[in-house]
């Protein structure tokens, strides 16, 4: 048994999963803000990818650490219940292999943002600027 109420551990696991934070609206906000344009959870992909560059062919894809599984403190599962995270969430990162597979099958570059990657200031500093610099290289490579 859950040592939590249903209600209580889904305000946990919402805390959890940075919807407080909300992750893909920092990297939305500072590619808006450095000029890119792009099309946001476009129902037509696989998987709806969270920013779409057109321009750049790119799909960028902002996981929440916990849903996703990421291999970090934040993507730590809860000792309760085990089993049931463990599922959930190898369906959700199998889910993510193949939207990533199909993705890249219709000629997109897939580029993976971590919550953790964008959930400090100092890592925001660190992985968004490299983000802008990794789009520009790829329309440079379009030019040649
Ligand atoms: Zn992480």
């Known amino acids: 048994m859950d040592i939590y109420s249903k209600k209580k551990r889904s ?16 990297v939305r906000k500072y590619l808006h803000s450095n000029g890119f344009r792009f099309r946001k959870n476009d129902k037509r992909l ?4 969270d920013i779409l560059l057109p321009k750049y062919k790119t799909a960028i894809l902002v996981h ?4 996703h ?3 970090c403190k934040a993507g730590k599962l809860p000792e309760t ?8 969430i190898s369906s ?12 890249k099958e219709l000629g997109w570059i897939v580029i ?3 919550q953790c990657e964008v959930k400090t200031k100092a890592n925001q500093e660190m992985r968004l ?4 610099k990794q789009l520009k290289s790829l329309q440079i490579m379009d030019l040649n």
């Open 11 to 26: 305000e946990i696991m919402s805390k959890i999963s940075g919807k407080e934070t909300k992750p893909e609206i920092v």
């Open 46 to 49: 696989p998987g709806k990818p």
């Open 64 to 67: 929440g650490c916990f849903w």
């Open 69 to 71: 599984g990421h291999e």
């Open 81 to 88: 219940r085990k089993e049931f995270w463990i599922n959930k």
């Open 92 to 103: 959700t990162k199998k889910r993510d292999l193949r939207n990533i597979k199909q993705l």
């Open 112 to 114: 993976v943002i971590w």
């Open 129 to 132: 600027p490299q983000l802008v």
